[in-house]
């Protein structure tokens, strides 16, 4: 990463830098996602947990649990969907993609969550597609939390 990657709400009031370059990029189709973005999928990518970085309006995130093992942030002015955090990935936190300046950065990898796509969502790529969460999701030990 020659400069920092950064990123951004619809509103412009919150903006973030990342201190390290983005990891495990991939589209998730989960409900979730679903209702939290308002489209068929969402793309996130991973970075250290303390890596992003919030530059301008860290007031402005709120926070809810959005799943029995996990919240999202997102800005509490315009609503644009930040990060996913979830219990068993202490040391990463997930970004939305399309939040990027340059979401170009970090392109999708893989499909989690298929099971749940919407049908007439039909993506026109060759990723691995996977029914729930993929099998070598880091700290799931065996287990699967809910959807």
């Known amino acids: 990463?020659?400069?920092?990657?950064?990123?951004?709400?619809?509103?412009?009031?919150?903006?973030?830098?990342?201190?390290?370059?983005p990891f495990d990029a991939g589209w998730c189709h989960c409900r979730t996602c679903q209702r939290n973005s308002g489209a068929p999928a969402m793309v996130f990518a991973s970075v250290p947990a303390g890596h992003l970085v919030w530059t301008r309006g860290?007031?402005?995130i709120r926070?809810?649990?959005?799943?029995?093992?996990?919240?999202?942030?997102?800005?509490?002015a315009c609503g644009t969907p930040f990060l996913m955090e979830v219990d068993h990935q202490p040391e990463t936190v997930d970004f939305s993609v399309a939040t990027l300046d340059d979401p170009a950065a970090a392109?999708?990898?893989?499909?989690?969550f298929w099971g749940s796509r919407i049908p007439w969502f039909e993506p026109k790529d060759d990723l691995p597609r996977h029914e729930k969460?993929?099998?070598?999701?880091?700290?799931?030990?065996?287990?699967?939390?809910p959807e």
């Open 63 to 76: 926070a809810f649990a959005s799943s029995g093992f996990g919240h999202r942030s997102f800005c509490g």
């Open 133 to 145: 969460f993929r099998p070598d999701t880091r700290g799931l030990a065996g287990t699967e939390p």
């Open 1 to 21: 990463m020659d400069k920092p990657l950064t990123g951004g709400c619809a509103c412009g009031a919150v903006r973030y830098e990342l201190k390290s370059p």
């Open 58 to 60: 860290a007031d402005l």
């Open 107 to 112: 392109a999708p990898g893989f499909h989690i």
